[in-house]
């Protein structure tokens, strides 16, 4: 049992470039979130999916795109990266909203040249 | 100002000392979370209150819902509690969202 993994771990992209970043989960949750990490700021959420089929954008969703693939998968993507977009990425799990309790991926380091 | 407040922000201490990490918030809320992120990154969720106390080994979370306030104690401390605590709070109006506060850093020294 993995829990919620992430590709990749670390990314370095140049100005304009655009990459996707994976998150899968195995323990069959319902909703799923992706949250940026910046230095001195609290996580923010950029996008969630409360469940197969449905996005919704968080407080911070500009710039950015995401696919809720199938139950496991929600992938973030960035169309053209921009060095505002450096950050650490945490995709995050729960069974649902009622339930609450998240659990994290190990994160994504992305740094924009 | 921020919707959630964490104080102190740094806090250092000897092994074997009793902390506490305050939380403050400033909306309703229908529950509040503490999490640790270790220092390789990883965040691990340790507790979801929303009235009175939780305990688990040497880790007890409160909350007082009318002070709009919630701490976590740490009994015993040890180097290995050394992280970033971060209290995060469900608002009543906020859907999916869940709001972060900054995060207090604790170092436990030997």
């Known amino acids: 049992n993995a829990g919620v993994t992430q590709t990749p771990k670390f990314q370095v992209l140049k100005t304009g470039q655009s990459m996707t970043l994976q998150c899968a989960q195995d323990?069959?949750?319902?909703?799923m979130y992706w949250y940026r990490q910046d230095p001195g700021m609290g996580l923010r959420l950029i996008y969630y999916?409360?469940?197969?089929?449905?996005?919704d954008k968080g407080e911070v969703p500009n710039g950015y795109n995401v696919s809720r693939l199938n139950k496991r998968e929600f992938s973030l993507r960035l169309e053209s990266a921009a060095p505002s977009q450096t950050s650490v990425y945490f995709c995050?799990?729960?069974?649902?909203?009622?339930?609450?309790?998240?659990?994290f991926g190990p994160g994504t380091r992305l740094t924009v040249l | 100002k921020n919707e959630v407040e964490q104080s102190p922000q740094n806090l250092t201490a000897q092994e074997g000392e009793f902390i506490t990490i305050n939380c403050s918030y400033s909306?309703?809320?229908?529950?509040l979370h503490w999490l640790q992120q270790h220092p390789g990154g990883g965040i691990v969720s340790l507790f979801m209150?929303?009235?009175g106390k939780k305990k688990h080994g040497r880790l007890i979370a409160t909350i007082n819902i009318q002070e709009k306030h919630s701490s976590l104690h740490i009994t015993a401390s040890h180097p290995r509690d050394s992280a970033v605590y971060i209290c995060a709070v469900r608002s009543i109006q906020g859907a999916q969202k869940l709001v972060f506060g900054q995060g207090t850093r604790l170092t436990i020294n030997p």
């Open positions: 999916s409360a469940s197969e089929g449905t996005t």
């Open positions: 209150l929303s009235s």
């Open positions: 323990m069959n949750h319902n909703s």
């Open positions: 909306v309703g809320i229908s529950a």
């Open positions: 995050a799990s729960s069974w649902d909203r009622a339930t609450d309790t998240q659990y």
